[in-house]
T-cell receptor, first 114, second 112 residues
Framework: GAGVSQSPSNKVTEKGKDVELRCDPI?????LYWYRQSLGQGLEFLIY????????KSGLPSDRFSAERTGGSVSTLTIQRTQQEDSAVYLC????????????FGEGSWLTVV | GNSVTQMEGPVTLSEEAFLTINCTYT??????LFWYVQYPGEGLQLLLK?????DKGSNKGFEATYRKETTSFHLEKGSVQVSDSAVYFC???????????FGEGTQLTVNP
């Protein structure tokens, strides 16, 4: 597709379950970012990929959160043993190279933990 | 660390009114500055950016000037339209270029 694609768009899960969120960046974009948007916290940086490596993953809030990127394209954000405070919109973005180029955001995956 | 502070919302204006949304920042070095907009039901979109002091970013009638002396990047538009109703986020990139730091967002509603 032409833009950043994320799935699922909405996910309701029970506390304690694991969830996987997928991001398909714009073709050819080497940089990929994950952010979290939640009430009261604004937009928080989670992790940055350049190709398949993650030079900055300092924003991951706990060891329950992990992310990988394969083939320099699709990325998966995994949250293990979900908690209610994980409820948020998870945004993926991509760009050519780095922030010196325009970042394009997906529409997000809305996660609700009940 | 880096931080961005935006004026609190929500902001409600009548069509054709003048808009200012204040944004100030704290950062080391020389960050790039951005305004992003999120229309209802849509993802974040880059509205404009400025990469060095005294640069002016502009797009769709919106403008913002990178003021290093006041560490500000205020968003302005001379005459707002109903279609400008959205949430506006000020952001900066750190000098390593690996992350954006966002402000809290300002909800703008423009009434006809």
């Amino acid at each position: 597709g032409a833009g950043v694609s994320q799935s699922p768009s909405n996910k309701v899960t029970e506390k304690g379950k694991d969830v996987e969120l997928r991001c398909d960046p714009i073709s050819g974009h080497t940089a990929l970012y994950w952010y979290r948007q939640s009430l009261g916290q604004g937009l928080e940086f989670l992790i940055y990929f350049q190709g398949n490596s993650a030079p900055d993953k300092s924003g991951l809030p706990s060891d329950r959160f992990s992310a990988e990127r394969t083939g320099g394209s699709v990325s998966t954000l995994t949250i293990q043993r979900t908690q209610q405070e994980d409820s948020a919109v998870y945004l993926c973005a991509s760009s050519l190279g780095s922030l010196r180029n325009t970042i394009y955001f997906g529409e997000g995956s809305w996660l609700t933990v009940v | 660390g880096n931080s961005v502070t935006q004026m609190e919302g929500p902001v409600t204006l009548s069509e054709e009114a003048f808009l200012t949304i204040n944004c100030t920042y704290t950062a080391t070095g020389y960050p790039s500055l951005f305004w992003y907009v999120q229309y209802p039901g849509e993802g974040l979109q880059l509205l404009l950016k400025a990469t060095k002091a005294d640069d002016k970013g502009s797009n769709k009638g919106f403008e913002a000037t990178y003021r290093k002396e006041t560490t500000s990047f205020h968003l302005e538009k001379g005459s707002v339209q109903v279609s400008d109703s959205a949430v506006y986020f000020c952001a900066l990139s750190d000098t390593s270029g690996s992350r954006l730091t966002f402000g809290e967002g300002t909800q703008l509603t423009v009434n006809p």
